[in-house]
Nanobody, 116 residues
Framework: QVQLVESGGGLVQPGGSLRLACAAS????????MDWYRQAPGKERELVAS????????NYLDAVKGRFTISRDNDKNTVYLQMNSLKPEDTAVYSC?????????WGKGTLVTVSS
């Protein structure tokens, strides 16, 4: 079955950086667009970044453009989110996502807290 396991979250000061990773299994990773979502306390989940199957095209939420970079390693079945210049409003649970056949799959997520 499809499994997505995130790692790399934690507590960071404003202006700091974190790199999230999502290890995927149970499907042919290199065939599918992968996404990172986030959900802050009391808010709806939002799409942060997407990368197409070969990594040639990416898209970002306006609020993170220029600060976050999504990438993937198809040999390792892993998608990454490099987050720089972090702000308190980036605090959220970050989850990776794939739309596989007719279903959506998310990992359990990793908590990112930006605070001094």
């Amino acid at each position: 079955q499809v499994q997505l396991v995130e790692s790399g979250g934690g507590l960071v000061q404003p202006g700091g950086s974190l790199r999230l990773a999502c290890a995927a299994s149970g499907f042919t990773f290199s065939w599918y667009t992968m996404d990172w979502y986030r959900q802050a306390p009391g808010k709806e989940r939002e799409l942060v970044a997407s990368v197409t199957y070969a990594g040639h095209s990416t898209n970002y939420l306006d609020a993170v453009k220029g600060r976050f970079t999504i990438s993937r390693d198809n040999d390792k079945n892993t998608v990454y989110l490099q987050m720089n210049s972090l702000k308190p409003e980036d605090t959220a649970v970050y989850s990776c996502h794939v739309h596989w056949f007719t279903s959506d799959y998310w990992g359990k997520g990793t908590l990112v807290t930006v605070s001094s």
